[in-house]
């Protein structure tokens, strides 16, 4: 299986800070990467698709980038509605697998 | 607009056995391979299981093969998850999602339905 993990597990940011959350692959899995937001109690919500794709009705502050094995995610501006755990998911080959998740704190 | 919506869950004694139903309207359903995913009370997200559109090709994770079967009914717009066996470590929110591409490759999960909790334990 592919394992994903993500870096920090947790973070704690002032509004209108950029952020950047990693994923590295434990294998190439080209552009199939994908990014989701989950706040507490809630289903997770799709961010970003194939590493950089913008899903729509997502903030433009969000956006995504890499290849291969490693991956950003970065929020330009911190908002305090962006308070969540974020996820990254490979869609290369099944297993799908996740990362352990980034939690982000607003100070 | 799309929606998904799961039911089904609740308390089970380990080794027993519970089906969920996810039904979904606002798109073609038949067009899209579905997916469940779960995740654990305070935990990460794992997939489960998807199945292609048409039902005919199936896919599992390896905790759940041989105990969990997906299927679904176009006619009904509806897909399930039937599980057996079920262990404690099976607890957990499972939600289904429309995958949008390949069901062996290239695809992402969206929407997810609100989930349903499943709860192994005597």
């Known amino acids: 299986d592919i394992q994903m993990t993500q870096s920090p597990s947790s973070l704690s940011a002032s509004v209108g800070d950029r952020v950047t959350i990693t994923c590295r692959a434990s294998q190439s899995i080209s552009n199939y990467l994908n990014w989701y937001q989950q706040k507490p109690g809630k289903a997770p919500k799709l961010l970003i698709y194939a590493a950089s794709s913008l899903q729509s009705g997502v903030p433009s502050r969000f956006s995504g980038s890499g290849s291969g094995t490693d991956f950003t995610l970065t929020i330009s501006s911190l908002q305090p509605e962006d308070s969540a755990t974020y996820y990254c998911q490979q869609s290369y080959t099944t297993p799908w697998t996740f990362g352990q998740g980034t939690k982000v704190e607003i100070k | 607009e799309v929606q998904l919506v799961e039911s089904g869950g609740g308390l089970v004694q380990p080794g027993g056995s519970l089906r969920l139903s996810c039904a979904a309207s606002?798109?073609?359903?038949?067009?899209?391979?579905m997916s469940w995913v779960r995740q654990a009370p305070g935990k990460g997200l794992e997939w489960v299981s998807i199945i292609s559109g048409s039902g005919g090709n199936t896919y599992y994770a390896d905790s759940v093969k041989g105990r969990f079967t997906i299927s679904r009914d176009n006619s009904k717009n509806t897909l399930y998850l039937q599980m057996k066996s079920l262990r404690a470590e099976d607890t957990a929110v499972y939600y289904c999602?429309?995958?949008?591409?390949?069901?062996?490759?290239?695809?992402?999960?969206?929407?997810w339905g609100q989930g349903s909790l499943v709860t192994v334990s005597s």
């Open positions: 999602a429309k995958s949008t591409g390949s069901i062996s490759c290239c695809n992402w999960f969206d929407p």
């Open positions: 606002g798109f073609t359903f038949s067009n899209y391979a």
